[in-house]
């Protein structure tokens, strides 16, 4: 960057932090992005002069409400939710929904306007948008989640539509709360459709949707590696998370031939010297996946449990964050690159604070962002929505074979974008593809 841009760069964000206080979160997805495409940007008199940097940093609306529910001793609680439509250049909004304990609005916006560029990456059509609950689905009974969905949904859907908004899951948020917000979708429209992805396949789910994720962000690993003369096969990945993402990433690298050496969750992480096994793959699955229980019910040979801490001291050559936002910072940076990590892939949304980015950056390891690299499964939502739309279903093979492309293609764009001396700067790549296609849709509108 040079001077110049970097005072532009300081004075948008400045801006910015004035009009969203207290959003931290937000403004530290807002400054990657900026800082990736503002040396492009400024070369474009149009786009400067339409202000579409200024526009697609302010969502389009932000719906906030209620959600009073029972619990099953008849006590009265009430959460926060909110949805985040933030730009629908591109096509519907689209964006999963999260409960958490941790959801604020700043948690969505950073989430919405992150979803903007990923969707656009996928090359399906779909808008960015985020919504949740602080709600802690932990320790609630099967009833009390579905009174909480039923009443968080008495809302939604007059704000939602197969046409105009179309949610998912995400954190605390999986096939069960899907199934039950949409059950009471129908409830209350009265009609069919495809109006949230991620349900179940006997009542138009997709295939390959559960795996979406994880599948895809190993897809994208493997491209990344194969372009810079590096292979999967034997390499040790240490995985954050013990939910859908990390589950499924962990699967597919065990088919892939890697050893997956670590899984965390919020209460600590396992250790796997010798590599993950697929029955210890299954038994962790139930444990968490089915009985919602800690990693620290999980007891096996070989295997040790680390309580209270992050998996990122663990010798690995790649890591691949799978569990929330700002989970590895710059000292966990500093641990990776000191014990060889050479590529470290996102699962999940934003785990990676600014000060890790630079020591990734400086060290020349291979990077790729969640918008990039997570984008499998809101392309097989989109997958699924076009299915819904046709009134058909494809094969299994069919979706993983699209999820596959679509993965690739994602992958090809980044290296068009940003690849120097042999090295692409992931980060930069995704950024620039993925918002120079909403900064165009944008212009052409007009200023609307
Ligand atoms: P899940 O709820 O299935 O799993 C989340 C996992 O991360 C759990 O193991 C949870 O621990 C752990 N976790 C969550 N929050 C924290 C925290 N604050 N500190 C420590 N551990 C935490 O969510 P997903 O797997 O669906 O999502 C994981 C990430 O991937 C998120 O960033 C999400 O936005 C992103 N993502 C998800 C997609 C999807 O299709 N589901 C698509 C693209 C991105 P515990 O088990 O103890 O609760
Ligand atoms: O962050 C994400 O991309 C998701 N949680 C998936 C969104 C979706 O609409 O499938």
Redo the contacts with the bound molecule.
């Keep these: 960057m040079t001077d110049a841009e970097k005072k532009a760069l300081e004075k948008f964000m400045t801006g910015l932090k004035k009009r969203n206080p207290h959003e931290e979160e937000f403004h530290q997805a807002v400054e990657e992005v900026v800082a990736s495409i503002l040396p492009w940007y400024l070369q474009h008199d149009d786009y400067c002069k339409a202000q579409i940097l200024e526009r697609v940093t302010e969502p389009d609306r932000i719906i906030s409400f209620r959600v009073t529910w029972e619990t099953d001793n008849e006590e009265i609680r009430a959460n926060r939710a909110w949805r985040v439509q933030f730009n629908h250049a591109l096509g519907p909004y689209k964006g999963?929904l999260?409960f958490?304990p941790?959801v604020t609005q700043s948690v969505l916006k950073f989430?919405g306007f992150e979803q903007i560029f990923k969707n656009s990456l996928t090359g399906l059509p779909m808008g960015g948008a985020k919504g949740g609950s602080n709600f802690n689905p932990?320790g609630k009974s099967q009833s009390e989640v579905m009174r909480f969905c039923q009443s968080m949904m008495t809302e939604l859907h007059r704000h939602i539509g197969e046409d105009i908004d179309v949610p998912?899951?995400?954190?605390?948020v999986?096939g069960r709360e899907v199934s039950y917000l949409f059950g009471q979708y129908m409830r209350l429209e009265n009609r069919w459709s495809g109006v949230l992805t991620g349900k179940g396949q006997s009542f138009g789910g997709s295939a390959v949707r559960t795996e979406?994720?994880g599948w895809g962000a190993v897809y994208f690993l493997e491209h990344m590696l194969k372009q810079h003369d590096e292979e999967l096969e034997g390499k040790r990945v240490a995985i954050s998370?013990?939910?859908?993402?990390?589950f499924y990433a962990a699967d597919k690298l065990l088919e892939e031939g890697a050893k997956v050496v670590t899984l965390?969750?919020?209460?600590g992480f396992i250790h796997v010297k010798d590599g993950l096994s697929r029955d210890q793959w299954q038994e962790l699955y139930q444990i968490?996946e089915v009985q919602r229980r800690?990693l620290a019910d999980f007891q096996s040979e070989g295997v040790e449990y680390h309580e209270g801490q992050r998996p990122w001291g663990v010798p690995c050559e790649i890591a691949m964050p799978?569990?929330?936002?700002n989970?590895l910072d710059d000292v966990d940076a500093g641990d990776l690159v000191k014990n060889g990590v050479i590529a470290v892939c996102e699962?999940?949304?934003m785990?990676t604070t600014i000060g890790a980015i630079r020591i990734f950056k400086e060290n020349r390891i291979l990077h790729a962002p969640?918008k990039a690299s997570?984008a499998g499964?809101?392309a097989v939502s989109g997958l699924e929505q076009s299915q819904n739309a046709l009134r058909i279903s494809w094969s299994r093979e069919e979706v993983d074979r699209r999820l596959r492309d679509i993965m690739k293609n994602i992958h090809r764009r980044c290296v068009e974008e940003s690849t120097h001396n042999g090295y692409t700067n992931y980060i930069d790549g995704s950024n620039l593809a993925g918002f120079k296609k909403v900064a165009e849709a944008m212009l052409a509108y007009g200023a609307v």
């Design positions: 999963g999260r958490h941790s989430l932990k998912a899951g995400d954190i605390g999986g979406a994720t998370g013990a939910g859908n993402v990390a965390s969750d919020s209460k968490k800690t799978c569990a929330t936002q989970e699962g999940a949304n785990p969640g997570n499964g809101v």
